[in-house]
């Protein structure tokens, strides 16, 4: 054999040994997951509002958490920093360095906006806050883009009401594959 070939013989001898260690360490992997189990693991909330979960949030709750738990990246009201690629949430349309508008006036859905704080907000410490503090801060949010009033609140039935903006100027797939039903 040549040195080259033992070498890959070596480096194949260690994958496979690899391979099998892993699969004893991993729970009933090649199992088909039930549809019904799968949709009961899905974290997927559709502007309709189904997928949201029960549940709802004041905008000073929401007030509450943001200062605690955004605002040191995102700003007091929401300006971002885009020199960091710090998203924009708050504010009127087309800010002048033009390549982000703010999340308040290019999100169509107030329900995506949910969807994105519960799954991957703060960075550092995803998937911990409540489903209440995610309803209050996402009004939170909405209220600095002046979509809610001070004393608002929403909630699983109310969220889907929230009318985005950007609705009107950018086209949603969502909307031409519902008018096909
Ligand atoms: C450590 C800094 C940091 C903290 C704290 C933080 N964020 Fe963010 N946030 C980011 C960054 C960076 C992005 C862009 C991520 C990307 O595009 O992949 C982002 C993206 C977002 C977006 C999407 C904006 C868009 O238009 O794409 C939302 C909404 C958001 N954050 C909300 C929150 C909320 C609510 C909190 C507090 C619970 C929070 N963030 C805390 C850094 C932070």
Not at 106 to 129: Q, V
Request: hydrophobic share 35%; aromatic share 10%.
């Amino acid at each position: 054999m040549s040195s080259r070939k033992q070498i890959l013989h070596v480096i194949a001898i260690g994958f496979l040994a690899a391979n099998r260690v892993a699969a004893e360490d991993t729970p009933a992997l090649g199992q088909t997951i039930p549809i019904e189990e799968l949709a009961g693991l899905s974290t997927t909330v559709y502007p309709d509002g189904e997928g949201l979960p029960p549940g709802s949030g004041t905008v000073q709750a929401g007030k509450v958490v943001y200062e605690d738990q955004c605002s040191v990246c995102h700003g007091a009201n929401g300006e971002g920093n885009m020199n960091m690629y710090i998203p924009i949430l708050a504010g009127t349309g087309k800010p002048d360095h033009g390549f982000h508008w703010s999340t308040g006036h290019s999100w169509p859905y107030a329900t995506s906006l949910f969807e994105y704080i519960r799954t991957a907000m703060p960075p550092f410490n995803p998937k911990e806050l409540s489903t209440e503090e995610v309803y209050a801060v996402t009004a939170y949010i909405l209220h600095m883009n002046g979509f809610l009033p001070e004393d608002g609140e929403v909630g699983k039935s109310t969220l889907p009401d929230i009318r985005m903006p950007s609705q009107d100027y950018t086209s949603s797939k969502w909307e031409k594959e519902e008018s096909q039903y």
